[in-house]
């Protein structure tokens, strides 16, 4: 089944992380794994009357400056795509796109991951400092907010490896999460998954009723793996991986009743253990406030890591 990853670019230096982390291995050999690299170029320089009567693709293609980047961004690309086909990826694989923005940069790449029915959209973010770690204001934490319905995975730094750590409750989001890895994963023999179910005191696990499952699974499947104590984290876990065909000798069990708040042991078990990937379920209808949900946190304690936050 074909997977279709959007890769969000900026023409910067972050980039290279983001091709880095998809080169690494993780695809190699699976030619139903398609990237589409795409570069947005804000343009906001149209006056009212433009804006009202005027075509702003018209005006940007004689802006020189627009222009000069327009050039800069594809060219950028062309050395970016060769990567990929040194990697060993089809041409067939792999297309390109640099366009004029002129609007929010997040709803322009919301719209086209929805619109292009993408199954992850990628981006880098850079290191952020622990005075601002819960303050949003940059396109990826734009996206986070705004964005549940599409994956989205953010590198941060230079991940190495095929080892993915999968935080794992009883919520229809962490299953999900399951589900999703699951499926980018097919094709991969070579990849470990440790599945891990944090007792931090400040962890809450609320029972879910097994019916909130059924419409993405399907009752009979919930009814045969989905316990009705609440306590099938681990075992539902599985099988969806199983069902993914990943072997259960290369899913792994932890459970760590120790610290206090999940996600700095969520990221103190990515350090420790050296794991490249984090994927986490996101709860959509939480009131999160100034210092947002367990996923958003995460992102403020990891390095060298990608996390995958699916909604």
């Known amino acids: 089944m074909e997977r279709k990853i959007l890769v969000a670019l900026n023409g910067s230096t972050l980039d290279q992380w983001s091709c880095d982390y998809l080169l690494s291995g993780l695809f190699a050999d699976q030619p139903q794994v398609v990237f589409h690299l795409l570069t947005l170029i804000p343009f906001h320089r149209a006056t009212t009357a433009l804006n009202l009567f005027g075509d702003l693709e018209t005006v940007a293609h004689n802006d020189a400056a627009a222009v000069a980047k327009m050039r800069k961004a594809k060219r950028h690309l062309e050395v970016l795509a060769r990567r990929f086909q040194e990697a060993g990826f089809a041409p067939e694989q792999l297309t390109c796109e640099c366009r004029f923005c002129f609007g929010s940069t997040a709803n322009t790449l919301m719209l086209m991951g929805q619109k292009g029915l ?89 029972p879910v009723p097994p019916a909130e499952f059924h419409e993405r699974w399907g009752k009979q499947w919930c009814d045969e793996h989905l316990r009705p104590d609440g306590t099938f984290c681990f075992h539902a876990s599985e099988q969806v ?71």
């Open 118 to 206: 993408y199954d992850a959209m990628l981006l880098s973010k850079r290191e952020i400092p622990a005075l601002f770690k819960y303050v949003s204001g940059s396109i990826s934490a734009d996206i986070m907010e705004k964005n549940h319905s599409l994956p989205i995975w953010i590198v941060n730094g230079a991940p190495a490896g095929e080892n993915f750590l999968v935080p794992v409750d009883c919520s229809t989001p962490s299953l999900a999460a399951v589900d999703h890895l699951g499926f980018m994963l097919q094709g991969n023999s070579t990849a470990q998954v440790t599945l891990f179910h944090s007792g931090a005191m400040l962890a809450q696990e609320k």
């Open 241 to 311: 991986l199983m069902e993914a065909g990943i072997s259960s000798e290369r899913v792994h069990l932890l459970t760590n009743k120790k610290g206090v708040e999940p996600a700095r042991t969520i990221a103190r078990l990515a350090r420790e253990k050296a794991f490249a990937t984090i994927v986490m379920g996101r709860q959509a209808d939480r009131n999160k406030g100034i210092f947002k949900g367990v996923s958003d946190r995460v992102l403020g304690h990891v390095k060298d890591v990608a996390v995958w936050l699916v909604g």
